[in-house]
């Protein structure tokens, strides 16, 4: 059977949104599809009931991109969504699609790192896979053995779900980063390796999966539960290496001052003092 990534993706998200998410009525009744029906999506995009069918049915492969861009505005498509609905339908500009770089982190970057004594901060690539990281990130996950990759953490490693108080909402973001991910760059052995593993051993994973979210990793918030120090909300941001097309720099931080911060400055008198003490 023909490949139809796009078909997929189209009917999920049509799956994911109710009638009343865009100001419809719900009607009376019960509905036969979860989500909207195939001539909603239509009528709010703006075409041919029957086009917008053989689209989800791979029937039809080339839409424009401008009924692209209609078809995201009828689903409630953000940013990054809308960008991996492009790259699916093959209308993003060649130049966007760079090829990854080497899973190699470059002196500079890793005198960066080390750069960052108070703040957690790391680097990974499209697999979230941990590339480098500095003494107190080794710190804050230190509860996984072993932290090298932050999908098999939250997934397949049993303190996942205890260090991430909010696990549905950390395994929703990892999901998503990694659909994105997929998208600009599909043919990543690396990933597609980690995907199948996911899907083979979390149920959960493969649930998730299927929804086709997408959301790049920017910034957000994590609330973590770190056995030696406690309760921590830290936010982070994302940067990319521009050197290294798919490599991203993340760094945590704490209100200053604030019990996160305290609980970030034992944490790191408490890695260093085990790592002194060691052999």
Known sequence: ??????????????????????????????RRVSGLRREEVAVLAGVNADYYTRLEQGRERHPSAQV????????????????????????????????TAPDQVGPALRQLLDGYPGAPA???????????????AEALYSPFDPADNLARMVFLDPAGRRFHTRWADTAQAVVSHLREAAGLDPDNPRLRSLVRELADQSAEFTRL?????????????????????GPLTL?????????????????????PAGPGAQALTLLGTLHATAQWASP
């Open 122 to 136: 790391f680097v990974i690539n499209r697999a979230l896979d941990v590339l480098a990281a500095n003494t107190l």
């Open 68 to 99: 692209l861009d209609a078809l995201g505005r009828a689903l409630r498509l953000g940013p990054d969504a809308c960008a991996h609905l492009h790259r699916l339908a093959g209308t993003t500009p060649a130049a966007v699609l760079t090829p």
């Open 209 to 229: 999966w299927h929804t086709h979210a997408v959301r790049g990793k920017t910034s957000d918030v994590k609330h973590l539960l770190h056995p030696d120090v």
């Open 1 to 30: 059977m023909p490949d139809n990534q796009l078909g997929e993706f189209l009917r999920a998200r049509r799956a994911g949104l109710r009638p009343q998410d865009i100001g419809m009525p719900g009607g009376h009744g019960v």
């Open 235 to 255: 936010t982070y941001q994302a940067f990319d290496v521009r050197e290294a097309p798919g490599q991203q720099l993340v760094v945590y931080q704490a209100e």
